[in-house]
């Protein structure tokens, strides 16, 4: 009989509850450095390999997507939906988050400690955020990674493509089969997913431990609850209602997104995951290639949920009683915050500062949240990813393309491949 392959869901988690317990034992032992010098550089090899690939995959696949769709029309009727969608669920999110701080009382009981200082930087302005969108140099955009720049720039050559017709076929023709390329150096590098899970959480676990965590218990666990209800109540409504899709189906098909985003607390290192989920949903090729690349990069639900209690922790550390008017600009500076949010991990704790100060709280608190952010960055980046999945189910079932031929296709020996 032919020997079963073990599903890449199932590996990743057995990398990651490996690495768990190795963390707690070098813990234990006080030998977090061997963790850092000797295991943590090979989950760093593992995230420079993604990073290499990234930036030509997002614009190879965002070209795809929108020159697929044909019709100008219809790349900004699905792009205005995308948007609205990513909109109002990361607002929900935001009173969610709120929600639970409240009922959690966080930081209450936590004294700032005197050295606490925390410098951060100044938010760029929305506006600013919107013209900086579209690049002066499309070029240094690609070799900076600067993401929502090489979204603007695939999105303008897939819709010119598109546009062009007959003429720019063999362009077309080049440009997929760069993207097949792409997906076949990716498919690749996922096979190392789980050894790189197991490399990259046992320097986390090996110098947080759990008694750090103690002080920080009730944020953590609020932040993990106020991401998970998200999901549970959001999410499953949003396919279910929109897509009339099985909650169940759909937390089964994004599992390994959502476990290598836990790990890596990326989500653009978890894109090809994503897309890989959300094909096995039955997403067209078209709207998967559109809708991902572009939640990667402005769509944080779970970094806004994380947002919105952390505003409540600080302003309970200090004292400072927030008015139901605060609250309301605290869902619009964390919904709009959220969009120039790049898909990096820690980039939500720098974008926590632009909340803050929209409500006037002091940002020195925000060095103890420093503290247990990577712990926090795991569980609102899973939520971004799946987020992300999500809306690709929906927007393809308004345009009536969701369908489950399109989970046959692009299969390779049972393994992610975009």
Not at 212 to 220: F, K, Q, S
Not at 265 to 280: D, G, N, V
Not at 298 to 314: E, H, K, R, Y
Not at 388 to 405: F, G, H, M, Q, T
Request: a positive charge; aromatic letters at 8%; one cysteine or more.
């Amino acid at each position: 009989m032919k020997k079963r392959k073990l599903h890449l869901t199932v590996k990743i988690l057995i990398g990651l509850l490996a690495g768990i317990v190795v963390g707690l034992v070098l813990n234990l032992a006080g030998a977090a450095s061997i963790a850092n010098t000797w295991i943590k550089p090979f989950g760093t090899l593992f995230m420079n390999l993604i990073k290499m690939a990234i930036v030509p995959l997002v614009f190879a696949s965002l070209t795809m997507g929108a020159c697929g769709l044909g019709d100008v029309k219809k790349v900004g009727k699905i792009g205005a939906k995308t948007l609205a969608y990513f909109l109002v669920t990361t607002a929900l999110a935001v009173v969610i988050g709120l929600v639970i701080g409240t009922l959690f009382n966080v930081g209450s009981g936590i004294t700032l400690p005197t050295d606490a200082a925390y410098e951060a930087k100044e938010a760029t302005p929305f506006i600013d955020t919107l013209l900086n969108i579209i690049p002066t140099n499309p070029f240094k955009a690609l070799a900076d990674g600067n993401m929502l720049q090489v979204i603007a720039f695939a999105l303008f050559i897939g819709i010119g493509i598109a546009a062009v017709g007959a003429k720019a076929e063999r362009f077309k023709e080049a440009m997929d089969g760069f993207a097949e390329i792409m997906y076949k150096i990716i498919g690749g590098i996922m096979k190392l997913a789980p050894y790189a899970v197991f490399c990259l959480i046992i320097p986390v676990v090996a110098s947080q431990g759990a008694k750090v965590l103690m002080p920080l218990l009730t944020l953590i666990i609020a932040v993990y609850l106020a991401c998970f209800l998200h999901a549970g109540i959001v999410y499953s409504l949003s396919v279910k209602l929109f897509a009339g899709l099985s909650p169940l189906k759909f937390f089964r098909a994004a599992a390994p997104a959502w476990l290598f985003a836990f790990t890596t607390a990326s989500s653009a290192a978890t894109l090809p995951f994503s897309l890989e989920s959300s094909r096995k949903l039955g997403v067209s090729p078209q709207i998967r290639s559109f809708v991902i690349p572009l939640g990667a990069t402005i769509n944080m639900d779970g970094t806004a949920a994380f947002q919105g209690i952390c505003a409540l922790f600080v302003a309970a550390i200090y004292g400072i009683p927030l008015s139901f008017s605060q609250m309301l600009t605290i869902i619009l500076a964390a919904t709009l915050a959220s969009i120039g949010t790049a898909g990096v991990p820690g980039a939500g704790t720098v974008m926590l500062g632009m909340v803050l100060s929209a409500v006037g709280l002091p940002l020195d608190a925000v060095a103890i949240i420093m503290g247990v952010e990577r712990i926090l960055d795991m569980a609102r980046t899973s939520i971004n990813v799946t987020g992300d999945i999500a809306c690709s189910v929906v927007i393809a079932a308004s345009e009536k393309d969701l369908n489950p031929k399109y989970a046959l296709e692009e299969v390779m020996d049972g393994e992610m491949i975009a």
